[in-house]
């Protein structure tokens, strides 16, 4: 079955438009100028077809039949009835809807991943974001200085540490600084001294972060840009929430999870593999996200991955691993053997 979004005119009810994500050349930009009783594609282009599960919403000025928006990540616009569109820049992007004043065109509300934005020009200019108490956050942890900082990963932007109290008049937006990782991470590193901080984001990405020097690193034990590729051609598959620790027994060991677990001692310098693959490596189901028309790209959709993963407090070498197809397995030996010790009965739980 197709995806498709329709937008009718208030104001022109016979131009309806449809922005529908097919095979081929069929997906793009349709029109109906007779209520919907026959359509015609007007425009084709790729930039227009993304990711409709998440966004792909269209909207039509209520006062220029020929003005038309696509959202998606870039915002679109077209002022020939869709025909050709350019691209609107807004302060962030995943775009998800946009209000048009209907008795000035002018007048646009944008709400995206970061919050909403208001133009008064058409689009030229927008107001700011940076008054909005938008940010979600995927996990938080804290460290044990004194004051403590918060560290998490915010969803749609980057990864941030704060103390959790300044010498200033409270704590604001100047006090938050960037760490390793994007979105999706999770944050490890020596809660005792926490110089060196490690973190991840989707694709298996991960990274060393300095407090010093202020500068990042990219770790990754198999460095592959991951956008486009399916699984199945991946070395590894990661969640887009791919676990990363630091042991309790020795913080210089960290250990981050695929389908398989790796650990290193020297601040990712090298990886080894302790584990073999955790999941149920379901072949089939390592297509390319998005299919059958749109490939999902960014690994939302990654399957037969690890999810969780902890070492014990109290004894060394004891790790349990957590699948997204509903997997536990255990380690007593530090991932020399590995044994699958799932209740009986548990189906796949985890589903993003």
């Known amino acids: 079955m ?31 100028d007779n209520a919907g009783k026959t359509w015609k594609q007007v425009n084709s282009n790729r930039v227009n077809i993304a990711r409709s599960w998440y966004y792909m919403e269209i909207f039509a000025d209520p006062q220029n039949e020929n003005t038309v928006y696509v959202l998606n990540a870039p915002v679109m616009k ?13 302060p962030h992007g995943d775009n998800h809807h946009l209000w048009i004043n209907p008795t000035d065109n002018t007048n646009l509300i944008n709400s995206n991943d970061g919050g909403a934005n208001i133009s008064f020009n058409g689009g030229k200019s927008w107001s700011t974001q940076q008054n909005q108490a938008t940010s979600q956050f995927y996990r938080v942890i804290t460290d044990n200085l004194v004051p403590y900082n918060v560290y998490g990963g915010q969803q749609d932007n980057s990864a941030i540490g704060i103390a959790s109290r300044t010498n200033d008049e409270g704590i604001d937006w100047k006090d938050w600084y960037s760490v390793a990782g994007g979105e999706s991470a999770f944050i490890a ?46 070395k590894y598959r990661y969640n887009w929430n791919a676990p990363i620790i630091t042991s309790p027994h020795d913080r210089a060991t ?15 310098m090298n990886w080894t593999v302790i584990s073999p693959d955790l999941t149920k490596n379901e072949v089939e ?6 299919a059958p028309y749109t490939n999902e790209a960014a690994g939302g959709e990654n399957y037969n991955t690890l999810t969780a993963l902890v070492e014990s407090q109290h004894e060394q070498g004891v790790l349990y691993a957590g699948s997204d197809d509903g997997l536990l397995q255990i380690t007593k030996n530090g991932g020399d053997s590995w044994t699958n010790i799932t209740p009986p009965g548990i189906k796949g739980w985890y589903h993003k």
């Open 189 to 234: 590193f020596n809660p005792d001294a926490p110089e060196l901080v490690y973190g991840g984001t989707y694709q298996g990405n991960i990274s060393t972060w300095s407090r010093t020097s202020r500068e990042q690193k990219s770790i990754k034990e198999y460095p592959e840009l991951g956008l486009s590729i399916a699984p199945k051609d991946s």
């Open 254 to 268: 960290v250990y981050h999870a695929g389908n398989v677990v790796f650990k290193t001692t020297n601040q990712g």
């Open 2 to 32: 197709e995806n498709q979004e329709f937008l009718f005119l208030e104001q022109i009810p016979d131009r309806v438009f449809a922005v529908i994500e097919a095979a081929g050349k069929k997906g793009g930009v349709y029109r109906s």
């Open 285 to 290: 189901k390592h297509g390319p996200g998005g």
């Open 78 to 90: 077209s002022i020939d009835g869709g025909k050709s569109f350019s691209n609107i820049p807004v």
